[in-house]
């Protein structure tokens, strides 16, 4: 029960970055690349948003790179929240 209950929080906790960078009215390419140079705990959950903001940019045209990278944030929060979901009721 108490394993299942950290597990939950975590990913709970894991998710907020990714519904964060989704939900955001600014969009700055500076922040992230802030938040991974100054060090702590932000910088391993930062880490994959600014990994994934990179593929977008390499990948998709300037006005379409940011919709995408929305899109891919908010759908990885939904995943963690749903694996939130399944260990607690699953488990």
Known sequence: ???KLIMCLLLLALSYPAFS???SKRFDD??????????GTLT???LPSVALLWCCKKIFKPRSYQMVFRSVAFLFGLLLVSGAGGVWFIG
């Open 1 to 3: 029960m108490f394993v």
């Open 21 to 23: 960078d989704a939900l």
């Open 30 to 39: 500076k922040f992230f690349n802030t938040l991974l140079w100054e060090g």
């Open 44 to 46: 391993l959950i930062t």
